[in-house]
């Protein structure tokens, strides 16, 4: 299986930060990777998808970009409503797998 | 807009069979992928395969011997049976919607399943 690790698992930071969170695979998915938003007690939505194509209807202020095994999911100004947990997830091979996330809380 | 919405016992009790289903509206089950994906109580998403409205179907490794997906397109439904639960596998059950290159677009709100005696 493709193991998926993110990091950090969990941060802090204000409104209007710029955030960045990391997810590397241990093999190469090219470009198939997702990234979610899961808001607790509700399921996942999509945010990003093929690394860097944003999702309709998601802010702008979201970004991906990475290839391989290397990627980045940004938020250029972080908001209220950006506290949650993302995931990463490749969608290259099965079994498709996920990262162990990474909790954004708003100071 | 197509909706999804699982349904099954709340309670399973351990070494029993956990059975879900997930009802598509808005929508044909017909061409498309269709995943179920768990997540345990406070911890991360576990993806456990898909069934293709054909019947074929993809299961993870880690639960390939205990798991048996099945669709229905006349009920426009697809369904989970996952055999000899243990306190492991109690969290809330997810179905999603995909096509074969495609992440997971479109999500169902999710079952809690409680493994316990």
């Known amino acids: 299986d493709v193991q998926m690790t993110q990091s950090p698992s969990t941060l802090s930071a204000s409104v209007g930060d710029r955030v960045t969170i990391t997810c590397r695979a241990s093999?190469?998915?090219?470009?198939?990777l997702a990234w979610y938003q899961q808001k607790p007690g509700k399921a996942p939505t999509l945010l990003i998808y093929?690394?860097?194509t944003l999702e309709s209807g998601v802010p702008s202020r979201f970004s991906g970009s990475g290839f391989g095994t290397e990627f980045t999911l940004t938020i250029s100004s972080l908001q209220p409503d950006d506290s949650a947990t993302y995931y990463c997830q490749q969608y290259n091979v099965y079994p498709r797998t996920f990262g162990l996330g990474t909790k954004v809380e708003i100071k | 807009q197509v909706q999804l919405l699982e349904s099954g016992p709340g309670l399973v009790k351990p070494s029993e069979t956990l059975s879900l289903t997930c009802a598509v509206s808005g929508d044909s089950i017909n061409n498309y992928y269709w995943s179920w994906i768990r997540q345990p109580p406070g911890k991360g998403l576990e993806w456990i395969g898909y069934i293709y409205y054909t019947g074929s179907t993809n299961y993870s490794p880690s639960l390939k011997s205990r798991v048996t997906f099945s669709v229905d397109t006349l009920e426009n439904q697809f369904s989970l049976k996952l055999t000899s639960v243990t306190a492991a596998d109690s969290g809330v059950y997810f179905c999603?919607?995909?096509?074969?290159?495609?992440?997971?677009?479109?999500w169902g709100q999710g079952t809690l399943v409680t493994v316990s005696s």
């Open positions: 999603a919607r995909h096509t074969f290159g495609d992440p997971l677009r479109v």
């Open positions: 093999q190469t998915i090219s470009g198939w």
């Open positions: 093929k690394a860097s």
